[in-house]
C-alpha cells in the first residue's frame, strides 16, 4: 500500500479556513486520495475522495496537485466541530474500504 | 448511508476470558471489516469478513485470537480469546456501501484487567 505523510498536529481558529496537507510521493496511477475524520470518541467518518480534479462537497474541498504526489483538505470556515483527527487515504477504487490508516493530524480549533 | 450498531459499546474483563463483539448493519453488505484502535493510536485493519467464507486476516492477526463470524449480510461478530491487558483497545467495525465511502459504527472499547 502506498504510503501517506501528514503532520501530527495543527492548530486554527473558528471561522477560518484550514488547509490540512497530505503527501503521498508513491501513488499509484489508480490510487483514489480519502480523507476520513474521527471525531471524539467516535467512529471515523467519510470526509472526501478525488482521484485527479479537484473536489468540492458540503465538508470540505481537496486540492490535488498535477503530478498527484499531495493533496490538501480545505476547510472554508472551521468550527470547534471539526476538532478531530483526520486521515488521508490512498486506495484503489475496487475494495476501497479496505482502508490502511496512517497516524493522521490532529486538528485543534481555538475559539 | 448505512447505520452500523456495535454491542456492547464498552466492557471490562478479566484477563484470560473471551468477548464477543456484535456488530449490525441496517442493510445488506457485501464485505465487512474488522479494526483495533489502540489507546491513542490510529486504527488497524484485523479482518476482512465476507458472507459464507472464511474471514481474511491481515498479518500479525490470527484466528484463534481474533475469531469472526459472518452468517448473513447484515451482521458479523468479533470474538476476542484468552485476552490480557495488550488487549485493551477500541475495536470498530466498518461495511462497505458503495464504491467510494466507508461506514464506521462507534466502536467497543475494552478495557482487560
Known amino acids: 500500500d502506498a504510503k501517506t505523510t501528514q503532520p501530527n498536529s495543527m492548530e486554527s481558529n473558528e471561522e477560518e479556513p484550514v488547509h490540512l496537507p497530505c503527501n503521498h510521493s508513491t501513488i499509484s496511477g489508480t490510487d483514489y486520495i480519502h480523507w476520513y475524520r474521527q471525531l471524539p470518541s467516535q467512529g471515523p467518518e467519510y470526509v472526501i475522495h478525488g482521484l485527479t480534479s479537484n473536489v468540492n462537497n458540503r465538508m470540505a474541498s481537496l486540492a490535488i496537485a498535477e503530478d498527484r504526489k499531495s493533496s490538501t483538505l480545505i476547510l472554508h470556515r472551521a468550527t470547534l466541530r471539526d476538532a478531530a483527527v483526520y486521515y488521508c487515504?490512498?486506495?484503489?477504487?475496487?475494495?476501497?474500504?479496505?482502508?490502511?490508516f496512517g497516524q493522521g493530524t490532529r486538528l485543534t480549533i481555538n475559539p | 448511508s448505512a447505520v452500523i450498531s456495535q454491542k456492547p459499546s464498552r466492557d471490562i474483563c478479566q484477563r484470560g476470558t473471551s468477548l464477543t463483539i456484535q456488530c449490525q448493519v441496517d442493510s445488506q453488505v457485501t464485505m465487512m471489516f474488522w479494526y483495533r484502535q489502540q489507546p491513542g493510536q490510529s486504527l488497524t485493519l484485523i479482518a476482512t469478513?465476507?458472507?459464507?467464507?472464511?474471514?481474511?486476516?491481515e498479518s500479525g492477526f490470527v484466528i484463534d485470537k481474533f475469531s469472526i463470524s459472518r452468517p448473513n449480510l447484515t451482521f458479523s461478530t468479533l470474538t476476542v480469546s484468552n485476552m490480557s491487558p495488550e488487549d485493551s483497545s477500541i475495536y470498530l467495525c466498518?461495511?462497505?456501501?458503495?464504491?467510494?465511502?466507508?461506514?464506521f459504527g462507534q466502536g467497543t472499547r475494552l478495557t482487560v484487567v
Open positions: 466498518s461495511v462497505e456501501e458503495s464504491d467510494t465511502e466507508a461506514f
Open positions: 469478513a465476507n458472507q459464507g467464507s472464511e474471514a481474511t486476516y
Open positions: 487515504i490512498l486506495s484503489l477504487p475496487q475494495g476501497a474500504q479496505k482502508l490502511v
